[in-house]
């Protein structure tokens, strides 16, 4: 079993920036992908950024620069800078773990809200 623990979220003024965490602890799989995926009701959830832990790292095309996923790999800790954030970041951020094998959905945190205003 693993565990995700996410922090860093918040309301934040347009523009402006916001840096969440998340730590997995358990039985982790290893080499593993982690990654940040958001949701807003009513819509499905969407890939935010992954990082591999090689390091290799996958954003989406909304993400245009703006926000830069990293990882400790000694913590088991996974971080995603968001800068320049617009009203529609608004949604709640969910921390992924997965192994690299495909089709496996991996294990989730409980999100984070993150709120933007305009």
């Known amino acids: 079993q693993v565990q995700l623990a996410e922090s860093g979220g918040g309301l934040v003024q347009a523009g402006g920036s916001l840096l969440l965490s998340c730590a997995a602890s358990?039985?982790?799989?290893?080499?593993?992908?982690m990654g940040w995926y958001r949701q807003v009701p009513g819509k499905q959830r969407e890939l935010v950024a992954t990082?591999?832990?090689?390091?290799?790292?996958n954003y989406a095309d909304f993400v245009e620069g703006r926000f830069t996923i990293s990882r400790d790999n000694a913590k088991n800790t996974v971080y995603l800078q968001m800068n320049s954030l617009k009203p529609e970041d608004t949604a709640v951020y969910y921390c992924?773990?997965?192994?690299?094998?495909?089709?496996?959905?991996?294990?989730w945190g409980q999100g984070t809200q993150v709120t933007i205003s305009s």
């Open positions: 992924n773990v997965k192994p690299y094998t495909p089709g496996v959905a991996g294990y």
């Open positions: 358990g039985s982790i799989f290893r080499p593993n992908v």
């Open positions: 990082i591999t832990s090689a390091g290799t790292k």
